[in-house]
């Protein structure tokens, strides 16, 4: 059998979670500014939801995934 590294395939794995999580945040913020700029968000709307997006992402990362939809989070946002 071949000699397979599975710590080596885990780690890269996390850093590609890691990576696609930072990725997300940086283009929400994008989002959130372009929105800013055209007017349709006040600054103080834009700073909340900014603000509300980051801790979702913070509690996704920390919890467990729940079922095939995703986290505890969006479970609950569907009821």
Known sequence: ???IDFGDG???V???GVGALATTVEKS???VDALVAKGELT???GKALN???K???AESKDAPATGAS???DAADDAK
């Open 70 to 72: 995703g986290t505890k």
């Open 55 to 57: 801790r979702r992402a």
């Open 10 to 12: 885990l780690r890269k």
């Open 29 to 31: 913020q994008e989002i």
């Open 1 to 3: 059998m071949a000699d």
């Open 51 to 53: 603000t509300e997006l």
């Open 14 to 16: 996390f850093l590609a």
């Open 43 to 45: 600054v103080e709307q």
